[in-house]
T-cell receptor
C-alpha cells in the first residue's frame, strides 16, 4: 500500500512557465512534508518543507501548498528555468518516527529553453 | 564538513557474494537511514537507526543487515547478493524528531551479475 502518491510521473514546461507537482498522502499522523530535488548521478537534496499547521510556504521561486483536509500537498516552481530540470520527490514522515520517511515515486521535470 | 560520505561509488558483485556499503556522517545526526532507488519506484527504505545501538527494519529489509555501533557510521551489509539487489543505494542522516529533512550521500551504484 503506497502511502504517498505523486503525480505526474514526468512534466515538460517552457522556460518561464509554472511547474506544478502534486502529492497525496494517506496517513493522517504524518506531520512533516519535504520536497527533494535530485540531479542525475547525485543524491537527493532537501529543497523545501512544510508542517501541517500552515497552508503555504514560499522560498524564492519554490512554493509548497498544503491542503490538510484533502490530504494533499503540491510544489509550485515559478518562472521555471532549464537549471530546474531534475527529478523531484515528495516525502512524508511523523515526529514519532522521523527516521522512517515515505517517498513518492518521483517526477522528472524538463524545462525547455 | 563532509556531510554524508558513501563508499564505494560503484560496485559489481557476482551472485552469492557478500559486501558492505559504508556510510559515515560528520554532522552528529541521530538518525541514519538506507534507501534503495530503482527506476520508477522512488526511494524505498531498507533499514534505519534512531541512535547508536538502535536499528529497525524499513519497507524492503530482506537480504540486508545493518548495525550502528557509533553515531557516525551506519554500514549496510549484503549477505548473499542477488540480481534483484541491483540498484542505487543512498545513505541519509538527519537530526532527531520531525521538522528536519535528510542529508543524503552521493550514492553507491551496485550491479549484481
Amino acid at each position: 500500500q503506497q502511502q504517498v502518491k505523486q503525480s505526474p510521473q514526468s512534466l515538460i514546461v517552457q522556460k518561464g512557465g509554472i511547474s506544478i507537482i502534486n502529492c497525496a498522502y494517506e496517513n493522517t499522523a504524518f506531520d512533516y512534508f519535504p520536497w527533494y530535488q535530485q540531479f542525475p548521478g547525485k543524491g537527493p537534496a532537501l529543497l523545501i518543507a512544510i508542517r501541517p499547521d500552515v497552508s503555504e510556504k514560499k522560498e524564492g521561486r519554490f512554493t509548497i501548498s498544503f491542503n490538510k483536509s484533502a490530504k494533499q500537498f503540491s510544489l509550485h516552481i515559478m518562472d521555471s528555468q532549464p537549471g530546474d530540470s531534475a527529478t523531484y520527490f515528495c516525502a512524508a514522515s511523523k515526529n514519532t518516527n522521523a527516521g522512517k520517511s515515505t517517498f513518492g515515486d518521483g517526477t522528472t521535470l524538463t524545462v525547455k529553453p | 564538513n563532509a556531510g554524508v560520505t558513501q563508499t564505494p561509488k560503484f560496485q559489481v558483485l557476482k551472485t552469492g557474494q557478500s559486501m558492505t556499503l559504508q556510510c559515515a556522517q560528520d554532522m552528529n545526526h541521530e538518525y541514519m537511514s538506507w534507501y534503495r532507488q530503482d527506476p520508477g519506484m522512488g526511494l524505498r527504505l531498507i533499514h534505519y537507526s534512531v541512535g547508536a545501538g538502535i536499528t529497525d527494519q524499513g519497507e524492503v529489509p530482506n537480504g540486508y543487515n545493518v548495525s550502528r555501533s557509533t553515531t557516525e557510521d551506519f554500514p549496510l551489509r549484503l549477505l548473499s547478493a542477488a540480481p534483484s539487489q541491483t540498484s542505487v543505494y543512498f545513505c541519509a542522516s538527519s537530526y532527531g524528531g520531525s521538522g528536519y529533512g535528510y542529508t543524503f550521500g552521493s550514492g553507491t551504484r551496485l550491479t549484481v551479475v
